[in-house]
């Protein structure tokens, strides 16, 4: 009896000819998700409201700075139309909350959720930057859920990231999982990030 192939998985894991934006990348967690995506193969849109640290982590992973505010749901549409009328086509969105981003959380991730079913489909990722554990219940997975069964039919994923504890590591790894075809099936859920022994990366 012929046995059934095996996948390749490391090759579902790389990430080449993919384009991501991820909202926040400051010097934290947002320059951890943009290291690991980039070192799967992605190109990179590093987007701060603070340019010197857009263009540190861009510089970084040989990405491109963008240097604007994101905060309302409108801020982001005019910032990813802006990218549409330049060319760019995006394969997912990483919104990292913090402050009065986590305030707009539902509006921005439709405003990012409707930009990728507009091309044909793509990933959209809520990071709830901070470990707030309680991101993970209530409003926070309804807003998750909710997008995720809306835009399903678009090949639209939407999940939710809560780091459990300070691990800009094992949440950055999480990120670029839910980003490439083994996490294809994975969508309308929040994930737990725990902490994780950065030396055994070395």
Same mark, same amino acid.
């Given at each position: 009896?012929?046995?059934?192939?095996?996948?390749?998985?490391?090759?579902?894991? @790389?990430?080449?000819?993919?384009?991501?934006?991820?909202?926040?990348?400051?010097?934290?967690?947002? @320059?951890?998700?943009?290291?690991?995506?980039?070192?799967?193969?992605?190109?990179?849109?590093?987007?701060?409201?603070?340019?010197?640290?857009?263009?540190?982590?861009?510089?970084?992973?040989?990405?491109?700075?963008?240097?604007? #505010?994101?905060?309302?749901?409108?801020?982001? #549409?005019?910032?990813? =139309?802006?990218?549409?009328?330049?060319? +760019?086509?995006?394969?997912?969105?990483?919104?990292?909350?913090? =402050?009065?981003?986590?305030?707009?959380?539902?509006?921005?991730?439709?405003?990012?959720? #409707?930009?990728?079913?507009?091309?044909?489909?793509?990933?959209?990722?809520?990071?709830?930057?901070?470990?707030?554990?309680?991101?993970?219940?209530?409003?926070?997975?309804?807003?998750?859920?909710?997008?995720? #069964?809306?835009?399903?039919?678009? =090949?639209?994923?939407?999940?939710?990231?809560?780091?459990?504890?300070?691990?800009? +590591?094992?949440?950055?790894?999480?990120?670029?999982?839910?980003? =490439?075809?083994?996490?294809?099936?994975?969508?309308?859920?929040?994930?737990?990030?725990?902490?994780?022994?950065?030396?055994?990366?070395?």
């Amino acid at each position: 009896m012929a046995l059934p192939l095996v996948p390749n998985f490391p090759a579902a894991m @790389r990430l080449e000819g993919r384009t991501f934006l991820v909202l926040g990348t400051g010097l934290g967690l947002g @320059r951890h998700i943009a290291h690991a995506l980039r070192q799967f193969g992605a190109a990179i849109f590093c987007c701060d409201s603070e340019a010197a640290a857009a263009e540190q982590v861009a510089f970084e992973v040989s990405g491109t700075p963008l240097h604007a #505010q994101a905060t309302s749901a409108l801020q982001l #549409q005019e910032l990813l =139309g802006a990218m549409t009328r330049n060319g +760019t086509t995006l394969d997912g969105v990483i919104d990292l909350l913090d =402050g009065a981003r986590a305030a707009a959380c539902a509006e921005r991730a439709r405003a990012a959720s #409707q930009h990728c079913a507009q091309q044909g489909g793509g990933t959209v990722l809520l990071v709830a930057r901070g470990g707030n554990l309680a991101a993970a219940e209530g409003s926070f997975a309804a807003v998750v859920a909710e997008l995720a #069964q809306e835009y399903a039919d678009d =090949g639209v994923r939407v999940n939710g990231l809560v780091p459990a504890a300070p691990s800009e +590591t094992g949440a950055a790894g999480l990120v670029a999982f839910l980003s =490439g075809e083994l996490g294809r099936s994975v969508s309308g859920q929040v994930l737990l990030a725990g902490a994780t022994d950065t030396e055994a990366f070395a």
